[in-house]
Structure formats: structure tokens, C-alpha cells
């Protein structure tokens, strides 16, 4: 069963960190674009990052404050969040994509549950 799951999210104060993981199963993550995605209550979802499969190539659209990384070992993809905003609150969403890097969720294949992200003092 292929199958995306994200964790590491949770409550944490302005200024704080945390590292979401996005976790497969059922298929190779190597073989594919890994996207993080977030959805604030209200608005629209937006693309955070992305990594590509073929040249490991990145793209940020909250670039200095999130890493994406990805462990093949592992079947994993991170991202490393820090200095949080309260701004940054937030469901994300790990996805994945078998053609390239998009802010457009149309071209992801296999999306996870979410993980909520909290950001207040």
C-alpha cells in the first residue's frame, strides 16, 4: 500500500524549532519529487518546499528559515524548520511528485494525512 506519512509537528513558541518528517512506504521516494505543502485555516494551501529526485535540486518559497533534506536510506524527507512565526501555524503536508518540482498540488501523486503545526507564545 503506498502510503505517505508526516510527524515531528506540535506546539512551539515564536522563535522555536522543529523537523518534520515525511516517511513512505509502498513506493521509493528516489524516484520521486518530494514537495511540503501548508494549509493555514482560512487560506489557501501553499507550496513551502521541494526537492527534486533527479538532481536533488530545491526550492524554497520560505528560503533562510526551512531546510528540506532526504534520507534514501531511509525512505524519508525532512524539513527542518527554525525561527517559527506564529505565521508558519499551519497544517503540513508532504507530497509527492513523479514528473518535477511544482507549487501546484495537481502534479502530486501521493499526498500524506498532515501534521499540525502550531506557532504562539
Known amino acids: 500500500q503506498v502510503q505517505l506519512v508526516e510527524s515531528g509537528g506540535g506546539l512551539v513558541q515564536p522563535g522555536g524549532s522543529l523537523r518534520l518528517s515525511c516517511a513512505a512506504s509502498g513506493f521509493n521516494l528516489d524516484y520521486y519529487n518530494i514537495g511540503w505543502f501548508r494549509q493555514a485555516p482560512g487560506k489557501e494551501r501553499e507550496g513551502v518546499s521541494c526537492i527534486s529526485s533527479s538532481d536533488g535540486r530545491i526550492y524554497y518559497s520560505v528560503k533562510g528559515r526551512f531546510t528540506i533534506s532526504r534520507d534514501n536510506a531511509k525512505n524519508t524527507v525532512y524539513l527542518q524548520m527554525n525561527s517559527l512565526k506564529p505565521e508558519d501555524t499551519a497544517v503540513y503536508y508532504c507530497?509527492?511528485?513523479?514528473?518535477?518540482?511544482?507549487?501546484?498540488?495537481?502534479?502530486?501523486?501521493?499526498w500524506g494525512q498532515g501534521t499540525q503545526v502550531t506557532v504562539s507564545s
Open positions: 507530497a509527492a511528485a513523479f514528473r518535477r518540482c511544482s507549487d501546484s498540488g495537481s502534479l502530486y501523486s501521493y
